[in-house]
Each structure stands twice: as C-alpha cells, then as structure tokens.
C-alpha cells in the first residue's frame, strides 16, 4: 500500500521517527540501522512497509532497499513477526545477517534477544537461497568470489529445472570435491553428477 513515505522529519528516536507529508505526521518503526542513517532535521524519505493485524496497523521504515528486503525476508520464517524482524535488523547488521545465513552460522542469530535455537536454524534454513540472492544484487553483501561462483551455479542449475534445495546441496558437494574457489562451470559440471 505505502512504498516510501517522503517529508519533513518531525521526531526520532532509535526505534521510530515521525514524518510530517502532506499535513499528515507518519509514525514509522525503524530499525537502528536507519536510525543512524538520518539526519536531525529537514527532509526525509523511508522505504515503507505497512503491516495489518485484527488489532492495529504498523508502518514500518527502512532508509536502503535491502534493508526493508530483509524484512520482508525474514517475515516469511514461520514465526517471525514484525516485532521479531525488526529485532534482527536492529541487532544484526544487514551484511552480518547475509553473512550468518550464507554460513549456516545459527550462533551468530542467536546473539539476538528473543531467538532461540530452533528459530536461528530455521531463519538460516529458510533464507539461505534468498539471502545469496540478495548478497549478488546488493554491492557490500557479496561474499569472496568463490562464494558467487557457488551461487551462480545453484541458480544455473536452477534454470536447469532442478529444485533450489536440490541444486545448493549439489553444488556444496561439488565444492567440496572440486573446492570451493572453483569456477562457475566446473562447480555445474560436478555438481550435475549429484543431482
């Protein structure tokens, strides 16, 4: 409904910011990664994401694509709310997130309060595809260059018509025998003899 909200910041603080538009102030939560990302005063524009309950509506801010991507992301892990999101978003910085989900590294989500273990692993679980997607489209989040030919394979294989599970844990054998720096196409071929 909201894609950004553009106007005069009128308060902020590291959770939330009001933003006067149109003779109308807008309230939005905010991770404390956009928080340090605004100014005191004058004009402002944060990416936007409405979100409706029986109960209450919420408007949340993100001051970079990625960051309100994440979001999203996180928000289709079975048992990651809003409240939840945000939470990761404000404790783990967006690249560190990449990173932790990339890895497999359940430990370092679990840094953040109110996530146990079974919510890390099923953050990691879910998002792993998603994520190395995210670190390929967004400069800063991509891993070393071994870890772009991995994903370049997976998706190649992908297009192949095999399935993402399918095809990461083809690749990750791959890597394992051909290592982990290998080209995109030897990473394909001897990943085709796993799936």
């Not at 933003?19 to 404390?32: D, N």
């Not at 679980?125 to 400069?139: D, R, T, V």
């Not at 982990?180 to 990473?187: E, G, S, Y």
């Amino acid at each position: 409904m909201y894609d950004y909200i553009s106007g005069r910041l009128i308060s902020k603080s590291p959770t939330e910011v009001t933003i006067e538009a149109g003779g109308v102030g807008y309230r939005l939560l905010i991770p404390l990664s956009t928080f340090e990302k605004l100014p005191n005063d004058g004009p402002v524009k944060l990416l936007a994401s409405l979100h409706v309950t029986e109960t209450e509506m919420r408007l949340f801010g993100f001051a970079t694509a990625a960051e309100r991507k994440a979001f999203d992301l996180l928000l289709l892990v079975n048992g990651v709310g809003p409240g939840t999101a945000l939470k990761v978003l404000s404790s783990c910085p967006i690249q560190e997130l990449s990173r932790a989900v990339i890895a497999n590294d359940a430990q370092s989500l679990m840094r953040v309060r109110g996530i146990g273990q079974k919510l890390a692993q099923r953050i990691v679980l879910e998002l792993k595809g998603y994520m190395e997607k995210l670190a390929l489209a967004e400069p800063g989040l991509a891993a070393s260059p071994g870890h772009k030919a991995a994903v370049d394979a997976v998706l190649a294989l992908i297009k192949l018509g095999y399935t993402r599970l399918g095809a990461e844990n083809a690749v990750r054998k791959a890597a394992a025998n051909v290592g982990a720096n290998a080209p995109t196409d030897a990473l394909v071929r001897e990943a085709l003899k796993y799936v």
